[in-house]
């Protein structure tokens, strides 16, 4: 089993439409989750961490299901700018608890 | 601030030869980390520096790569004997202090193309 799955996609969606996200991780000993954005040649950026509770940053809104080891993402109102790869995060594990499990991505592309 | 910078920012190379790569991290970031991004896949975990601490090194993919940290400064990543598969955008990232809970900031890449 893979360490972090997403669905890579691509979702095409309208402006204005809402879409979510999910990403699998299979290591209950996780303790941080994240999402980040990487756009096309770029590196990736910091969206936003999870929070256990449920997190929201204007439009985009993450949650957290700790017993189905299961993240996910939705973007209200999407905008043209919203078009990007998606990446879902976890920190790793055992005495590697620094470093950062990348899910493959999840492709947007959100059209006029 | 500055962030964090790599150079070369594209590298050609022939089969066989070495290469290095460098990382200058944010200033006062403790932490250190190198990823792999092959052409459509997602970021593999290589190298990881924090402080003084003896290197996590249980993502090189191989005895061919290795990476040096001078005290919380600059890092370099060198790949010996170069083979095709190595092909790829390396990215290096800072965070703070290394706590998994902190974001982790990432350079713009260095390409590199194996021939």
């Known amino acids: 089993r893979k360490e972090v799955e997403q669905d890579p996609g691509p979702f095409n969606v309208p402006e204005g439409a809402t879409v979510a996200f999910n990403c699998t991780y299979s290591?209950?000993?996780?303790?941080?989750f994240f999402w980040y954005r990487q756009d096309c040649r770029k590196e990736p950026k910091l969206l936003m961490s999870?929070?256990?509770s449920g997190n929201e940053d204007g439009r985009f809104t993450a949650q957290l299901n700790r017993a189905s080891q299961y993240i996910s993402l939705l973007i209200r109102d999407s905008k043209l700018s919203d078009s990007a790869t998606y990446l879902c995060?976890?920190?790793?594990?055992?005495?590697?608890?620094?470093?950062?499990?990348f899910g493959k991505g999840t492709k947007l592309s959100v059209k006029p | 601030g500055a962030g964090v910078s790599q150079s070369p920012s594209n590298k050609v190379t022939e089969k066989g030869k070495d290469v290095e790569l460098r990382c200058d991290p944010i200033?006062?970031?403790?932490?250190l980390y190198w990823y792999r991004q092959r052409l459509g896949q997602g970021l593999e975990f290589l190298i990881y520096?924090?402080?003084?601490?003896?290197?996590?090194k249980s993502g090189l993919p191989s005895d061919r790569f290795s990476a040096e940290r001078t005290g919380e400064s600059v890092s370099t990543l060198t790949i010996q004997r170069t083979q095709q598969e190595d092909s790829a955008v390396y990215l290096c990232?800072?965070?703070?202090?290394?706590?998994?809970?902190?974001?982790?900031?990432f350079g713009p890449g260095t390409r590199l193309l194996v021939l």
């Open positions: 520096f924090q402080g003084n601490s003896a290197p996590d």
């Open positions: 290591n209950s000993a996780s303790q941080s």
């Open positions: 999870v929070y256990s």
């Open positions: 200033s006062g970031h403790t932490a």
């Open positions: 990232a800072s965070s703070q202090r290394g706590d998994s809970l902190e974001t982790q900031y």
């Open positions: 995060v976890v920190n790793g594990w055992g005495g590697s608890q620094g470093n950062l499990i």
